[in-house]
Every structure is written in C-alpha cells, then in structure tokens.
T-cell receptor
Framework: GAGVSQSPSNKVTEKGKDVELRCDPISGHTALYWYRQSLGQGLEFLIYFQGNSAPDKSGLPSDRFSAERTGGSVSTLTIQRTQQEDSAVYLC??????????FGPGTRLTVL | QKEVEQNSGPLSVPEGAIASLNCTYSDRVSQSFFWYRQYSGKSPELIMSIYSNGDKEDGRFTAQLNKASQYVSLLIRDSQPSDSATYLCAVNMAHTGFQKLVFGTGTRLLVSP
C-alpha cells in the first residue's frame, strides 16, 4: 500500500481482556515503531524493530505488553489483561532510516 | 530537564501572520531534527526535516537549526486557519544510538481568520 495501515481503527474492550493491534508498514521500510498517545499527551515510545535485529523493548510499560514482527513486515502489538489506563491511541510508524518516520492512522483503544 | 522541550501553547496568531514555533533539546550531539504536524484526532505527519545549521525553506515553512544553542524552530509564513494543529518537534539522539526519535509534547497553534 501507499502508506502505513493499522487495524482495527477502533477497539473497545472490557477490563481484563487481551487485545491485538496490527500494523502493516510501508513496503521496503525496515524499521517499525510503536507509540502510545493518551488524550492531550505527547508520543510515548513503546518498541522498535529494525530488520532482523532484536527489538528495542525499552518503552514497554509492563510485561502485559508484547509485540512481534513477522517476516520483517507486519507487526502485532498485544496487550494482555487490559486495564483502563491502557486506553489511548496506539500509533505505528515505519521508516527506511531511523530518521524520517511515517505514521499510520492509529488504533483508538478504549478499555471499559 | 526534558530531552526535547516545547511550549505547549496555545500559540495564537491571526491569519496572514508569521507563526514561530520553538524547540530545545538536551543532547548536544544530536544530528537530525524533524517537525511533525498533528491535526486533532489524526496521526502525526512529517512536514520538515533539517540536519545542518542554518535555514531550510519549503514553501511557507522554514526550519531553523542552531546546534550550538541546541535550538530548532519552525516558521510558518502567511499562516492560514488550516495550519491550526499541534506541531511536534522530534530529535534523533545519541543515547538511543541514533535509532529512535525523541518527541516533544508539541505546541498547539491556533490561526484565527
């Protein structure tokens, strides 16, 4: 596709349930990033994938959060046992270099 | 001190005026600097990148970089109501191995007709 795509665009779940968020980066982009943005707040870095290297997980807020990237392309961010404080917009970005990142439209997660 | 600092605003300017958005950063050896525009409810969109000291112009936008002062700015000439958005400054920093961008919290710009 022409840009980064994410699905679903909106997700409403109940506290304690697991959710999976998907990101499909721009074709040929080797780097993929996940961010979280709470209402009115800045971007919070979560995790970074670069090619076949081990991912940089330094931003994951707890062990309930995990992500994988299969075949160097599509990535899935999984949140287990969701809590209300997990409610936010989850943004994925991809890039050829670490510099110019291009963002997807985001997934708005609401935990009731 | 935050790694990337921006005034949260809002910065209010009348239509046709110059809007000046400022950003300071803590890492003296940072190499790459970016401005993203984020409309309400939308994802960030890259509008400018700058890598060396001085000015870089693209249409109505000018990015200015002063590495000695650890300062980067974005000027928007002939501001339009459609420029009303939050502008995020992002810096590629050494402590991340230059592998990640560190974002400021953004400056909200309001352009009144």
């Amino acid at each position: 596709g022409a840009g980064v795509s994410q699905s679903p665009s909106n997700k409403v779940t109940e506290k304690g349930k697991d959710v999976e968020l998907r990101c499909d980066p721009i074709s040929g982009h080797t780097a993929l990033y996940w961010y979280r943005q709470s209402l009115g707040q800045g971007l919070e870095f979560l995790i970074y994938f670069q090619g076949n290297s081990a991912p940089d997980k330094s931003g994951l807020p707890s062990d309930r959060f995990s992500a994988e990237r299969t075949g160097g392309s599509v990535s899935t961010l999984t949140i287990q046992r969701t809590q209300q404080e997990d409610s936010a917009v989850y943004l994925c970005a991809s890039s050829i270099s670490p510099n110019e990142q291009f963002f997807g439209p985001g997934t708005r997660l609401t935990v009731l | 001190q935050k790694e990337v600092e921006q005034n949260s605003g809002p910065l209010s300017v009348p239509e046709g005026a110059i809007a000046s958005l400022n950003c300071t950063y803590s890492d003296r050896v940072s190499q790459s600097f970016f401005w993203y525009r984020q409309y309400s409810g939308k994802s960030p969109e890259l509008i400018m990148s700058i890598y060396s000291n001085g000015d870089k112009e693209d249409g109505r936008f000018t990015a200015q970089l002063n590495k000695a002062s650890q300062y980067v700015s974005l000027l928007i000439r002939d501001s339009q109501p459609s420029d009303s958005a939050t502008y995020l400054c992002a810096v590629n920093m050494a402590h991340t191995g230059f592998q990640k961008l560190v974002f400021g919290t953004g400056t909200r710009l309001l352009v009144s007709p």
